[in-house]
């Protein structure tokens, strides 16, 4: 072989290599680096890294607040903000985690709690900073999800409810006036729309899971999983709730796979700045109610008007609500050099008259009194966010376990909905997919938090 | 030897990185291979569980199959058309040097958010590919949903970055000795017969080159199909490299991932020496037989 070739086949191999470079580097162990980014005490001044996700207007919306707070603490303490997309948040906050890179105050997903600590000792104690964070606005059995093993790890924002809201413009020009009660009305109504449009739908959820969980919550009257952890639903119920959900989809009432995939993508994403959504082919959502606001803002924009739907219940169910999760959480990292610093900047955005005015409700219903005083006196809290509140407050619910947003069970759902509903698999052969893959991944939670 | 320490020194920021970021992490890979490694707890060894539950798994072996036909697609095509380009780019036409640059420029740009954005507003349901073929009374394609059309997009994506292929292509036909083109042109051979039977013999070395480096990509390609179709309809999309992300940073299976890396990383081994041992019979290096 001459030199030519060697050198061409070391170079192929260092090709090959540097996939693995790009691919899996990682710490052997979760202790994260140390120093990194966590709070940076440069002459006086702290710096903080604030991270968040979501739309558009949460970030001009927060944005604004950390430039106030800047501007009040001049000197003393300098937020910097990190805000990010609704893509990929598990993956982005594992490996900043993991990496030591997470910012002083994160926001956290409440399932993220369980899984990043489970001893309690995952995030900062805030606990600790209870002189300078106002506890006492909130309702103290609310506080208790942020809880772990004791430790006061998050501070959960809100409650988030499982909702449908339509675009109430587009059913008048469908020439349906009064929203759909029931699914039977869902499907009337569809057949109007798809007279004018074969391709649009009523409701797009962004996963096929919440109207299936929404299905089997009415239908057993529990939620997926037990307060042990344990699994509620059996295959044949996950059957039902496959030919539920494809008879609605087929009826153009739930959004089809195929067109989710053609129109959204292929993972679960917040629908609010989808184009086939602000131009009414969509013409609701099946959607937490953190993301209202957003949704009613990309309408309003283009001058069509969203209304949150009365609960549409399933014929002979024995619980006539939805699911309930705590919205997103904010922590401290354990590793921050100024945790009264970021306790004081949580205090600010989550109770402070002005920044929580500043803040607004673009990440849904607070939980704060104090924060839902400042946005009812600055008039934020009217329109389809009031009616949000009200639906929050009156809605009957099934609060989410820990474990339900582990990325497995999702998956399980709608890879296994996808290939029944392209016809690669029976109803009978996904359901079996379906539970066996969630009791696989069940029983290595329960093992591990037990 | 005051120059080879020179030339060390210049060398030494890429000797660090390569050490650092891929000598490194490469080995770390295979140790965690054999661990539990889930990111946020301590790993525990288990021996080779993870590279036989690897072949026991029917999603991983899915993607083997979606990444092997995303190569066998895209490398041949691109191979071609840079070629193609690059034999039409070495013409002396006015303005070569703009058309030069400008066939290059997808390259620069490779699988990026904008370009993910543009091309899914080209295939959308009412994109511009489809309105343009609406022109000619074909129905609309549902590209992102078909498990055809998702992998055609992809596909377009990969063969429209030629152009590093086709700068090097267009290096070798400028070192075709044009007198051997004079003499084939008195003997009445016709440009077409040339091309393949003078062009194409001298540049071997040039394609085998390409060949092997566009085989290595196309085998760990992740950014465009991961930011265009995602895994796709029936996971018609869903290349090897992207299940290896999720695993890890979705499951947080690390040692599953890691396992999965070195599986591919052997593959595409595999096929280089294969690549490797053929070319005695297909490439001519201009110095054998010295």
Known sequence: ?450 | MKHSKIGLLYILPWLAGMLVLTLYPFVNALVISFTDYNLVREPNFIGFENYVTLFKDADFLSTLTATVKYTIFTVPFQLAFALFIAYILNFKLKGINFYRTAYYIPSLLGGNVAVAVLWRFLFQQEGFINRFIGLFGAAPIPWFSSVNGAMAVIVFLKVWQFGSSMLIFLAALKDVPQELYEAASVDGSTRFYSFFRITIPLITPTIFFNLVMQMVNAFQEFNGPYLVTGRGPLNATYLTSMYIYDNAFKYFNMGYASAASWVLFIIIMAVTAVLFATQNRWVFYSDEGN
């Open chain 1, 1 to 450: 072989m001459g030199l030519r070739k060697k050198t061409g086949m070391v170079c192929a191999a260092a090709l090959a290599v540097s996939l693995l470079a790009a691919g899996c580097s990682g710490s052997k162990t979760a202790e994260p680096v140390k120093g990194d980014t966590a709070g940076k005490d440069t002459g006086g001044v702290a710096e903080l890294t604030f991270s968040w996700w979501g739309n558009d207007d949460r970030h001009q919306a927060t944005q604004k607040a950390i430039d106030a707070f800047n501007t009040a603490h001049e000197g003393k303490i300098k937020v910097t903000g990190e805000p990010s997309g609704f893509g990929n948040l598990e993956e982005t906050f594992a490996t900043r985690y993991a990496g030591g890179t997470a910012a002083d105050i994160m926001t956290v997903n409440y399932p993220w709690l369980l899984q990043y600590s489970p001893d309690g000792a995952g995030f900062y104690d805030l606990d600790q900073v209870n002189d300078t964070f106002d506890f006492s606005q909130y309702d103290p059995e609310f506080l208790k999800f942020g809880e772990r093993k004791g430790k006061m790890q998050v501070i959960p924002y809100g409650q988030n409810t499982l909702g449908v809201y339509l675009n109430k413009s587009a059913f008048e020009r469908a020439g349906i006036k009064e929203l759909p009660k029931t699914f039977d009305e869902y499907k009337k109504a569809a057949e109007a729309f798809t007279k004018a449009d074969p391709n649009s739908y009523l409701i797009v959820s962004p996963t096929f899971r919440f109207a299936a969980i929404y299905y089997l919550q009415q239908k057993t009257g529990k939620g997926e999983f037990a307060d042990d952890l344990s699994m509620n639903y059996t295959q044949e119920d996950y059957k039902e709730a496959l030919l539920w959900y494809k008879d609605l989809a087929d009826a153009h009432v739930f959004c089809s796979r195929k067109d989710y995939i053609e129109n959204v993508g292929n993972e679960p994403v917040s629908i609010a700045q989808n184009a086939k959504f602000i131009n009414g082919g969509y013409a609701g959502v099946l959607e937490w109610t953190g993301g209202i606001a957003s949704n009613a803002k990309t309408l309003s924009d283009k001058g069509d008007e969203l209304a949150i739907a009365p609960l549409p219940v399933i014929e002979g169910a024995k619980f006539e609500g939805t699911m309930a999760k705590p919205s997103l959480t904010f922590a401290i990292s354990k590793d921050s050099k100024n945790p009264k610093a970021a306790a004081e900047f949580l205090q600010y955005i989550l109770n402070d008259p002005e920044g929580t005015k500043l803040m607004g409700s673009t990440r849904g219903m607070v939980a704060s009194k104090a924060a839902k005083a400042s946005l009812e006196a600055d008039g934020q809290i009217t329109g389809v966010v009031k009616d949000a509140y009200d639906f929050t407050e009156n809605a009957k619910v099934i609060n989410n376990s820990p474990i339900f947003e582990n990325a497995t069970f999702t998956n399980a759902y709608e890879k296994n909905y996808e290939k029944f509903e392209f016809g690669q698999s029976t109803a009978d052969e996904a359901a079996k997919a379906i539970f066996d893959a969630i009791s696989e991944e069940n029983a290595k939670l329960v093992q591990q938090y037990k």
